[in-house]
């Protein structure tokens, strides 16, 4: 009686640490494709920035000063962008040198980053849409 016990607790303790070491090793692998992910669309945020940047201040030639402020400020940023590309570009070989190897925590930390930078980026297209449509509005008076 005590082997057959003995025999279910070790079964039991072996499929905890599998199942254990599967979860651990899926949440792993969905950190991996998030940073990833995150590092594709900051990219595709960052280009699309970029590209209203440049029509936005196109829009800008035909108007006089006075109507172009929050426009000037909001190109004003274009630096930003890129050195927010530079530092995508830093994450990238981030994750190809150590993503395998990083910590659990230090790709969790990683993924976030990459959110809250896209995040921010949001935002900003946000801003050059309004400042756009502003723009567009004054030009057809």
């Known amino acids: 009686m005590n082997y057959l ?4 607790a070790l079964v039991l303790a072996g499929l905890t640490f ?3 070491r599967e979860r651990r090793w899926h949440r792993r692998e969905r950190a991996l494709f998030s940073l990833l992910d ?3 669309r900051l990219e595709s945020s960052l280009i699309i920035c970029r590209e209203r ?3 936005l201040r196109g829009m800008l030639v035909d108007l006089p000063e006075e109507m172009t402020g929050d426009a000037d400020e909001a190109l004003a940023a274009d ?3 890129q050195a927010a590309l530079r530092d995508l570009l830093q994450h990238r070989l981030w994750i190809k040198q150590h993503a395998i190897d990083a ?3 230090e790709l969790d930390t990683a993924v976030d980053a990459l959110r809250q930078s ?3 980026m949001e935002r900003q ?3 050059l849409d309004e400042i756009t449509t502003a723009l567009r509005e004054a030009q057809a008076r």
Do not use: C, N, P
Request: charged content about 20%; hydrophobic content about 45%.
């Open 5 to 8: 016990i003995a025999s279910i």
């Open 18 to 20: 599998y199942f254990l």
């Open 38 to 40: 995150e590092a594709d």
């Open 53 to 55: 940047m440049q029509t």
């Open 79 to 81: 630096d930003k962008v």
């Open 103 to 105: 910590a659990q925590a």
């Open 118 to 120: 896209r995040g921010s």
């Open 125 to 127: 297209l946000q801003h």
